[in-house]
C-alpha cells in the first residue's frame, strides 16, 4: 500500500531528498507514491522532477555508473549554488537479485554499495581498485538508517554491487558471490551515485526491488513491472522514516 501523503512527506525540519534512478520508469514509479503533479525543472546538465512540497526532487540519471555519477553531481552541485543543497541522497531502481537471498519482487536496502568490477584482472584472480592503491570501492549507508528503513519496509539488508557489465553467466553469479558473500543484488547505478554524493560530504542509500535473478539471462524470467509496483510500495512505506531521520543523529 502506497503511504498517503499527509503520512508520507517529509516535514520541513527534514533533510532535501534527491532519488536518482536510472530511467524514467524507476523514476516514476517513485513519483506515483506523491499526489499532484511532478513539476520539471531544467538545472546546468540536468533535469529534476520535484515533487509537490519541495521536500524530495527526482532524477533519472541515465544508465551505468559513470553517467548516474556526473548527473547525480550536476544536482546537487546546482542546488548546493541555489543555497538548498540535499541532506540525503537515495540510489533506487530494479536489480538483479542473488538467488535464493534476494527472490524476484524483494525489496533491498544496501548496507555498502560496492564497486564489483572496478579493479584488474590478474593471473591470482581480481584485485579490486583499494588494492591497486587508488581510490575506494565501497561507500556504506548510515547504519541506523538502514535498519530502521529496512525494518520499515520489509527490506533485505546486504551488499547492492555495481557493474558496468550485467551479469549473464553462472560462472560470474558465482564468482561475484565468492568475491562478496553479503551480496543480495546487482545493478549499475548505486555506485556512481554514491561516489557524487561522497564528494558532497551527503550520505546515500540505495534501495532496489528486483526483477530478475542475477545469472543466465532469461528475459522471460525478468518481472519488470512487478518490481516497478514493489519500488512504488516500498518507497512508499520508506517516507515516514526519512520524515523522522535527523542526519547529525548518525
Keep these: 500500500m502506497v ?3 499527509e503520512e508520507g512527506l517529509l ?3 527534514a533533510p532535501r531528498i534527491l532519488v536518482a534512478t536510472a530511467v524514467p520508469a524507476e523514476r516514476d514509479a517513485v513519483a506515483g507514491v506523491f499526489p499532484g ?6 538545472r546546468p546538465g540536468v533535469t529534476l522532477h520535484q515533487v509537490p512540497g519541495g521536500c524530495y526532487d527526482l532524477l533519472a540519471a541515465g544508465v551505468g555508473p559513470a553517467l548516474a555519477a556526473a548527473s547525480t553531481a550536476a544536482a546537487l552541485t546546482a542546488t548546493a549554488l ?3 543543497p540535499y541532506g540525503l541522497v537515495i540510489s533506487a531502481g530494479i536489480a538483479g537479485g542473488f538467488l535464493p537471498a534476494a527472490p524476484v519482487g524483494s525489496l533491498v536496502l544496501a548496507d555498502e554499495i560496492t564497486a564489483a568490477d572496478l579493479g584488474a584482472e590478474t593471473p591470482d584472480g581480481f584485485l579490486p581498485v583499494t588494492a591497486l592503491g587508488f581510490g575506494t570501492a565501497t561507500h ?3 547504519p ?3 535498519r530502521r528503513s529496512a525494518t520499515a519496509i520489509g527490506a533485505r539488508t546486504g551488499a547492492v554491487l555495481t557493474v558496468s557489465t550485467v551479469t549473464g553467466t553462472a560462472e560470474r553469479a558465482a564468482d561475484l558471490r565468492e568475491r562478496h558473500p553479503t551480496a543480495l543484488a546487482e545493478a549499475m547505478e548505486g555506485f556512481g551515485v554514491a561516489e557524487a554524493a561522497a564528494a558532497h560530504g551527503v550520505p546515500v542509500l540505495e534501495l532496489r526491488a528486483v526483477s530478475n535473478p542475477v545469472g543466465p539471462r532469461d528475459r522471460a524470467a525478468w518481472r519488470i513491472g512487478e518490481a516497478l509496483t514493489a519500488l512504488t510500495e516500498g518507497f512508499g512505506k520508506l517516507a515516514p522514516v526519512l ?3 535527523n542526519p547529525h543523529d548518525q
Design 243 to 245: 520524515e523522522s531521520w
Design 11 to 13: 516535514t520541513a525540519s
Design 3 to 5: 503511504v498517503p501523503a
Design 144 to 146: 541506523a538508517l538502514v
Design 140 to 142: 556504506r549507508p548510515p
Design 37 to 42: 503533479q511532478v513539476q520539471e525543472t531544467p
Design 82 to 84: 541555489d543555497g538548498r
